[in-house]
DNA sequence: TGGCAGGGGTTGA
DNA sequence: TCAACCCCTGCC
């Protein structure tokens, strides 16, 4: 038997859906009319839709608490937005989307969107999410095909993977779904374990370095003091934080980010990565 | 239309 | 510390 679409009506405050959906966290989004998404929840099809004050969720077998914990829309933003940074770039960096969030996400499909994102930009880190969706996952409605399991992946072979686009990340995919399978790391222990350890752990896993394991962290597992430092973060933090010095040492770069931004570190991040990214776009589309 | 540089990172020497 | 990895995109 099928259950049938439901709707379920939220009241949030505080969000920005599009910023957070479009901020280089997430992968499985898309616009799907005039402020619609569809997209995945616990390995469902889901839409939803931004009301003045609220959001419409659309779908199968939806349940309110899987949805809380993936919007995160009960964190009283306000307050984590208070522990930043009260500086000039931090400022306009909230100012130019309030309500941006972090997501709660599936550690499984983090892991392998992070992995596929080395040297990739966000529009083909969708594309790769939604090849090996296509390829590997099963239909669960007409052209809505779910994330594979690990399982799965790991009965694949490179050549297979390489046709979603992966490039030498699928090497990398391949032999991490590997030992997964055979228990070489746990993402569920991961859930338990004090940050540092859990780096440590989610780092055994091929194509898994210190910048992807920081965003596992911070996107899967709700570390919001792990700051995530790839080249946008480092260049922001180069030309805003140090500009009169030339040399500034990769790990001083580090040690600035995980100190400077405060215990939600990892939240100030997603705001200046944001800002900077979209904030590119505008101006490259209004250069005149 | 085609050639070319370069990219949100990790690995292994 | 640095080249190699693969391929898509944007630019000329």
Avoid at 72 to 77: A, I, R, T
Avoid at 186 to 212: C, F, H, N, Y
Avoid at 234 to 244: N, V, W
């Amino acid at each position: 038997m099928v259950s049938e679409h439901s709707q379920i009506t939220q009241k949030v405050n505080d969000y920005d859906l599009a910023a957070t959906l479009n901020s280089g966290q997430a992968f499985c989004w898309e616009l799907a009319g005039p402020g619609e998404w569809r997209g995945w929840v616990d390995g469902k099809p889901i839409r939803v839709q931004r009301g003045s004050d609220c959001f419409r969720f659309r779908g199968r077998g939806m349940e309110i608490a899987k949805l809380s914990r993936y919007f995160q829309w009960s964190e009283d933003l306000s307050a984590i937005q208070r522990t930043f940074p009260d500086d000039e770039w931090m400022r306009e960096a909230v100012a130019y989307s309030p309500g941006l969030r972090i997501l709660r996400q599936d550690p499984w499909e983090t892991v392998a969107n992070f992995i596929s994102s080395a040297m990739k930009q966000v529009s083909q880190i969708q594309q790769i999410n939604r090849a090996l969706r296509q390829r590997f996952g099963r239909e669960m409605e007409p052209g809505c095909w779910s994330f594979p399991h690990w399982r799965v992946l790991a009965q694949s072979t490179e050549e297979m993977l390489r046709e979603c686009k992966l490039g030498f990340r699928a090497k990398h995919l391949i032999v991490t779904a590997r030992q997964l399978t055979e228990g070489e790391v746990s993402l569920e222990k991961i859930e338990t374990m004090p940050t540092d350890q859990a780096r440590e752990e989610l780092i055994k896993l091929r194509g898994v370095g210190r910048k992807v394991a920081n965003c596992i962290l911070l996107f899967a597992y709700g570390r919001m003091d792990v700051v995530p430092v790839d080249v946008w973060i480092e260049r922001a933090i180069r030309t805003l934080y140090f500009p009169k010095k030339r040399k500034v040492t990769d790990k001083r770069i580090r040690e600035f980010a995980s100190t400077y931004f405060g215990p939600n570190g990892g939240y100030a991040q997603q705001y200046l990565f944001h800002w900077l990214r979209t904030r590119e776009k505008v101006a490259a589309v209004t250069r005149e």
